[in-house]
């Protein structure tokens, strides 16, 4: 076990996905694998692992902002010899050119975090996708009928901010939505050599207050997860 999971050695899959929130992790261990068996619980973050279509899949949580996520996706990398995490979240759109329910496979995250600065000497503020995983996603997409938008994304330190217009890093690299996670763990994998891959799900429309509402989610999330999933069965 590593210091913040508590699964054994060869308890978890070389892929991974990864959704924030430990009980959606839960909810697509149970309605997506055969046979999951709940591997670490510590702190609350639950991982599992199970079958998807005969292969072995683990999916747990990364938690929210680059700390957490930089925790637990180095230590499934390092003490886990996990290979490939796709990160499954939703983000914030900047404009309305987006709608709610729109999938993103994203090609680059742009951040002023210093994350990536401090942990591994890297100064880019863009950080790419690791890997063929993207690829894979994009034509996984096109075999499963969904649309998806490849793009950038800003990853924000930040939920609430004192300005609401758009920042300044959003604008330089063209990033119409906005989330917590994908720089920090791009950042990882490029150190490591390892793949790395995040779809988000618009959930809200920052300038109208649009968003899908709590009752909708996890029908919402469906197409992300699936398309998550066969991505990586055919990576295994």
């Known amino acids: 076990m590593s210091i913040h999971i508590s699964a054994k050695k060869g308890e978890i899959a070389k892929v991974v996905l990864q959704p924030g929130d430990p009980l959606r992790a839960k909810y697509i261990a149970e309605n997506f694998l055969e046979n999951p068996r709940l591997v670490?619980?510590?702190?609350?973050?639950?991982?599992?692992?199970?079958?998807?279509?005969?292969?072995?899949?683990?999916?747990?949580?990364?938690?929210?902002?680059?700390?957490?996520?930089?925790?637990?996706?180095?230590?499934?990398?390092?003490?886990?010899?996990?290979?490939?995490?796709?990160?499954?979240?939703?983000?914030?759109?900047?404009?309305?050119?987006?709608?709610?329910?729109?999938?993103?496979?994203?090609?680059?995250?742009?951040?002023?975090?210093?994350?990536?600065?401090?942990?591994?000497?890297?100064?880019?503020?863009?950080?790419?996708?690791?890997?063929?995983?993207?690829?894979?996603?994009?034509?996984?997409?096109i075999e499963l009928s969904l649309n998806t938008k490849s793009c950038s994304v800003h990853s924000s330190d930040i939920f609430y901010r004192k300005n609401p217009s758009v920042p300044t890093i959003a604008t330089k690299y063209n990033c119409p939505a906005v989330e917590m996670e994908a720089f920090g763990l791009f950042a990882n994998a490029r150190y490591l050599g390892k793949q790395a891959a995040t779809i988000l799900t618009v959930s809200d429309i920052i300038p109208t207050g649009e968003n899908i509402s709590a009752d909708q989610r996890q029908t919402a999330l469906k197409p992300m997860m699936e398309l998550a999933l066969e991505a990586a069965w055919k990576t295994i």
């Open 40 to 141: 670490s619980q510590t702190r609350g973050i639950l991982y599992y692992t199970g079958l998807f279509k005969g292969k072995e899949i683990s999916v747990g949580a990364s938690g929210m902002g680059f700390p957490s996520i930089g925790i637990y996706s180095f230590e499934l990398y390092t003490e886990y010899d996990v290979e490939t995490i796709i990160r499954i979240g939703t983000c914030g759109a900047y404009s309305t050119e987006l709608k709610v329910f729109d999938l993103l496979n994203i090609d680059n995250a742009a951040s002023e975090s210093t994350y990536a600065k401090y942990a591994w000497e890297m100064e880019e503020e863009l950080m790419p996708h690791q890997g063929q995983i993207f690829d894979v996603i994009n034509e996984t997409a």
